[in-house]
């Protein structure tokens, strides 16, 4: 079994700075890609970035420019920094990650942005 246990989230002001973290344990045969993603009160969850073993990188265009996901392959973990954040980026992240050909998420971490 997989699991994934996401830290960092918490409350920030508006144009400050949080880094969130997610590191996988279990039986990691093969890691393919690793992302994150959000979900608002009411809202659907959304993609925000992903990462993958050949370094394809996505973003999605709300993000671009104040967030960047990075990994560590040693450590089977993947960060979210994010910048200049803003209140609507209250949220849950969620971390993803495809391991053995599955995908797993974690159980989330709360972010919230105070104006």
């Known amino acids: 079994q997989v699991q994934l246990q996401e830290s960092g989230g918490g409350l920030v002001q508006e144009g400050g700075s949080l880094k969130l973290s997610c590191e996988a344990s279990?039986?990691?045969?093969?890691?393919?890609?690793m992302g994150w993603y959000r979900q608002a009160p009411g809202k659907q969850r959304e993609r925000i970035a992903s990462t993958t073993i050949d370094d394809a990188t996505y973003y999605a265009e709300f993000v671009k420019g104040r967030f960047t996901i990075s990994r560590d392959n040693a450590k089977n973990t993947v960060f979210l920094q994010m910048n200049k954040l803003k209140p609507e980026d209250t949220a849950v992240y969620y971390c993803?990650?495809?391991?053995?050909?599955?995908?797993?998420w974690g159980q989330g971490t709360r972010v919230t942005v105070s104006s």
């Open positions: 279990g039986r990691l045969f093969r890691l393919r890609a």
């Open positions: 993803t990650m495809m391991v053995n050909d599955q995908w797993f």
